[in-house]
């Protein structure tokens, strides 16, 4: 997979990244623009990675994880964090050798800098929390954006009165179908220091992803978003590892199959909005297909 011939054939469309021809299916995360080509139905897979188009989705990046004071956002990310995993152990117990998941969650902990010892009462309360219901909404955003909002909630009804005023209050709606413009994946973060284009898509090769993408953090720190089934998610981790990148994350994220392009104004609201929305107790996270314009 990773010989010469095939590196050579897998990179031609790197030279064209300012074409588009109608792709098969569109990928795209807040990072990037990225175009599945018919591989699945192929022996051979092409892989893009455009860094020309990542600066208007790095912009919205930067402005998304602008928040208040840092002790109020670290406590507020380690809430959410809790919830992360209350959810995971609700699906697949509380054993991280056994639960995926629950796995990737404790992991991305650890990288933020939440003690262990709240971890594992956040896994202990799980398992003794009282019976609460996990929902997504769909709606739409400033500009037509899309949003999908996960809670976990012991009283559906407020939780859906709370969201839909904070959606009408900030120029946003419920939308049914919002859901179908991302699917579920795997994604593995890795540092982007001192990695060349090329040099992503050998690792995408090699790693036996599907797709790189180009991203950066709160702290404007390059990095790189390698994309695959969820079930793969493990083993991606594991080959990158073994190829000498530092890893960041991995787990299971819902990926925008298409982007929503907003201006200075829509990109603001759409700020008020999502921050709004992270600052209702009962929502654990909010996904998004924004994409800033340069």
Request: hydrophobic share 40%; with cysteine.
């Amino acid at each position: 997979m990773a010989g010469a011939a095939v590196l050579r054939a897998l990179r031609t469309p790197v030279a064209i990244l300012g074409r588009f021809p109608s792709p098969v299916e569109c990928v795209l995360t807040p990072a990037s623009r990225v175009l599945y080509p018919p591989w699945r139905t192929s022996t051979v897979r092409t892989l893009q990675l455009c860094s020309a188009l990542c600066a208007g989705h790095n912009k919205w990046s930067k402005v998304k994880h602008i928040k208040g004071p840092k002790d109020e956002a670290r406590g507020r990310m380690f809430m959410k964090f809790g919830m992360m995993i209350k959810i995971a152990v609700k699906e697949g117990g509380s054993n991280p050798d056994m639960n995926l998941n629950l796995a990737h969650i404790m992991e991305q902990c650890r990288s933020k800098n939440m003690p262990k010892v709240a971890v594992e009462a956040a896994i202990k309360s799980a398992e003794k929390a009282k019976p609460a219901s996990q929902h997504m909404f769909e709606a739409r955003g400033p500009g037509g954006c899309l949003l999908l909002i996960e809670v976990l909630t012991d009283n559906n009804s407020r939780t859906h009165q709370d969201i839909k005023r904070l959606l009408n209050k900030n120029r946003g709606m419920l939308s049914d179908g919002a859901r179908h413009n991302f699917n579920r994946r795997g994604v593995v973060l890795v540092s982007g220091q001192n990695v060349s284009t090329e040099r992503a898509l050998e690792l995408a090769i090699e790693a036996e992803a599907e797709d790189v993408q180009e991203t950066e953090d709160e702290e404007e720190q390059p990095l790189l978003q390698f994309i695959c089934d969820m079930a793969e998610v493990r083993k991606v981790r594991a080959s990158l590892e073994e190829l000498g990148m530092q890893i960041t994350s991995a787990g299971l994220e819902f990926v925008p199959r298409a982007l929503s392009s907003l201006d200075r104004d829509q990109l603001d609201a759409a700020s008020t909005l999502i921050e709004a929305l992270n600052d209702c107790p009962d929502v654990v996270r909010v996904w998004d297909n924004i994409q800033a314009d340069s």
